[in-house]
Nanobody, 122 residues
Framework: QVQLVESGGGLVQAGGSLRLSCAAS????????MGWYRQAPGKQRELVAT???????NYADSVKGRFTISRDNAKNTVYLQMNSLKPEDTAVYRC????????????????WGQGTQVTVSS
């Protein structure tokens, strides 16, 4: 079984920074796309950023220029550096990975972390 565990959330003042980490473990041959999502109370889940295994990135317009997604394939870990945080960034952040479980199974399966709370005070 594959598990993704996020860390790094917390309380920060507006304008501050946080760095989220998400480490995957278990039956993993490789991980293709990885991403970060967030959901605030009463709001729909929102795609924050994605990154391919080759390092190509994509960002939601709301975070573009402030957040940076990166990954360390050797550690099966994806990061989200969040700068210039705003109160509207407050949400539970979850990571996602498209996992290839073995050398002889090419179909990916999405796994999700449990989430980490980010709270930005005004």
């Amino acid at each position: 079984q594959v598990q993704l565990v996020e860390s790094g959330g917390g309380l920060v003042q507006a304008g501050g920074s946080l760095r989220l980490s998400c480490a995957a473990s278990g039956s993993i041959f490789r991980i293709d796309d990885m991403g970060w999502y967030r959901q605030a109370p009463g709001k729909q889940r929102e795609l924050v950023a994605t990154i391919t295994s080759g390092g190509s990135t994509n960002y939601a317009d709301s975070v573009k220029g402030r957040f940076t997604i990166s990954r360390d394939n050797a550690k099966n870990t994806v990061y989200l550096q969040m700068n210039s945080l705003k109160p509207e960034d407050t949400a539970v952040y979850r990571c996602n990975g498209a996992v290839v479980p073995s050398r002889w199974w090419s179909t990916t399966k999405d796994y999700w972390g449990q989430g980490t709370q980010v709270t930005v005070s005004s």
